[in-house]
């Protein structure tokens, strides 16, 4: 075939799900072309390539942060995000503790978000979207101590597989403030 004007050739390729998984630096992706011309197709060879840069998410991630609020009451804001590198976990459970001298704080109760990531920046934004109506999941309280009703872990299952990338939000009463960590 002899070619007289300019071809571009496009293909789109997919990604390992284990190369996206806690993945919380980046990774890259690097791709190498080689065109061969010249007289029956193969005396001269360029070479080329590029490189693309994708930074991912984790599989799951919690963090909290200390407060005290106007009364005194001292509380931790937990945050777990789970899947914010969007592949597919299937029927996945999601199981979190409660430590010691901390309570779960039933009045403010455990909150389920979607979770917005922006593919198309560098840095995958991740915005807090819309409230998950409670009849999508099932949170499944384990209690320490009945008479106290103390929750010591609580799970929280799906009814569809999980694909998307979620925010849970609770918060915990301190018990007892002499701790350092929690």
Do not use: H
Request: contains cysteine; aromatic residues 10%; charged residues 25%.
């Amino acid at each position: 075939m002899d070619v007289d004007e300019a071809l571009v050739i496009k293909y789109q390729t997919t990604v390992n799900d284990s190369a996206k998984k806690n993945n919380s630096s980046g990774i890259q992706f690097t791709n190498d072309v080689s065109l061969y011309y010249g007289p029956d197709g193969g005396q001269t060879k360029i070479e080329g390539e590029d490189t693309v840069s994708l930074k991912k998410g984790r599989v799951v991630y919690k963090s909290g942060s200390k407060s005290i609020g106007y009364n005194g009451e001292k509380y931790i804001n937990w945050v777990i995000d789970v899947n914010t590198c969007q592949i597919d976990l299937g029927t996945a459970l999601l199981s979190d503790s409660i430590g010691a001298d901390m309570k779960l704080d039933y009045a403010n109760g455990i909150e389920v978000y979607n979770l917005l990531i922006d593919t198309d920046a560098n840095d995958g934004d991740i915005t807090r979207g819309t409230l998950v109506d409670s009849s999508n999941y099932d949170i499944d309280y384990k209690v320490g101590d009945p008479a106290n009703d103390d929750v010591t872990e609580f799970d929280i299952t799906f009814d569809e597989n999980i694909t998307q990338a979620y925010r849970m939000v609770y918060r915990t009463i301190i018990t007892d403030s002499s701790q350092s960590s929690f």
